[in-house]
């Protein structure tokens, strides 16, 4: 990576340097919040029926959160951090797959189908994170009443749930899906479910490695779907799959990953390996990508200040695989002005760097 930045350019990059510390913070609010304060607020604490605005004060009045004024303020001003979401139960609880498949508790081997909940007031994330003006606006919500969702647990361990999160980041990809479709990961069948019911999606075929989760989706969940005939499931890692199928698919959807991490982590596994992927999306991806940029931020500005190849060697932990293997997609790039820098750092320019869409 080549950076040779004039005044401008200087002063572009400490300008887009400051709001992602803002980010971090922001970030660090909400693990707080969503770790500790969850379920911190209850019915006898409003005091208007404007809950969603109400929210936030509360939150902050009750809670042992130490952040002075200005500092509050400004993530409030930049990163939104005061808005809590009253959602609407109905929106959820009306999906097709909740209103067709019914769930009982069921044990097989060391996975278990459950029913979990959301407590009144409990406050969770109900969508991915987006940019607006390089701020990372993050969506936190709550219902005014218990509300249940689907579980998959291994070894008490939740593999997957049909959240309001899972639902609505997974509904552009639900939407984008069409002829044969190819997806890796299986979990609970809720997108395989959804898109089956696309006329314009003629087949899916579903990659999952473990057996006993493929077992139990086709004992007590692929019988209630109305298109059964589309689906197809191979048991095989999803790496090994993609590595020995050239077939090419009209829509590949990826979902081995639990969080933005893992699924970066996945993405430059098969850059790293040279799989190319036609037509590939991501389960969270703008999520994926934001955070792939804020790591070439950390990237540009350690070059900034001298930072050279022989400093990417030999990583060992996933920070560390991370960071290395974007320096080595992203090693000929030069960065001359703010220009070249707002361009490197567009989300849907680092889409079309790292994905084959």
Known sequence: MKISLDSKGKEKLNSILDKRDLNLEASDFYSLILNDYY???EESDFLTDKKGSEYFSLLMNKSEISINTNELLTLINSNKINIFHLLDEKKYLNNPYYMNIPFKNIKYNNFTL?????DKYESFLFDEVNLDSDFEINHVGF???????YSLLENDTTWMSITPYEINT???SINQASGNVLTLGLGLGY???MTSNLDKVRSITIVEKNKNVIELFNKHILPYFSNSNKIKIVNEDAISFLSNNLKEYDYVFADIHHNEEEGLLFLLSLINKNIKVKNLHFWIEDSILILARRYLLS??????????????LNPKTNEEKIISSLFNIYEDEEIN????LIELLDINNIRKKLLII
């Open 337 to 340: 002005n703010g220009k070249n």
């Open 170 to 172: 997974m509904e552009k």
């Open 39 to 41: 379920d911190l607020i």
């Open 114 to 118: 459950t029913t979990n909940y959301y």
């Open 191 to 193: 997108y395989q479910y």
């Open 143 to 149: 219902f005014n009443k218990q509300v249940n969702y």
């Open 299 to 312: 990237i540009i500005e350690e070059h900034y200040h001298g930072y050279n190849k022989s400093n990417y």
